[in-house]
């Protein structure tokens, strides 16, 4: 799949505004969160490598992705390269970790040691901050 802009670690501003829809900037470059249950992905089933929206970095298999039941993707694990930078975060009055592209530094959601088998964390991830790649997905043998 080609690309609609020139992949870089370190978009502007202004690249990012253009490129990004109001709602992929503000989560990305705000650190905002989508509403349970309204982002794209939160119920799909389909097979392929979710990507950073920002970097189009790989980020997660679909293989990881199951129904947490909070409205949001969850992953229990990363792709093997781990892309995923992990920072303490202390708004609204609690720690939680954020969770961080390590590419590109976007802000993709949180993780939680609630999750299954077998690594034990919950990837929360926001829609906004993702894009399946269907084309990624190994055909069936």
Known sequence: MKLPWKRTTNPNDADLRERLTPEQYRVTQKSGTERAFSGKYHDTKDAGIYRCVVCDVELFDSESKYDSGTGWPSFYDEVSTRP????????????????RCGTCDAHLGHVFP???APTGDRYCMNSASLRLDRGA?????
Do not use: Q
């Open 137 to 141: 997905a190994e055909p069936d043998a």
């Open 84 to 99: 995923v930078t992990r920072v303490k975060d202390r708004s609204f009055g609690i720690t939680r970790i954020e969770a």
């Open 114 to 116: 609630d999750g299954p």
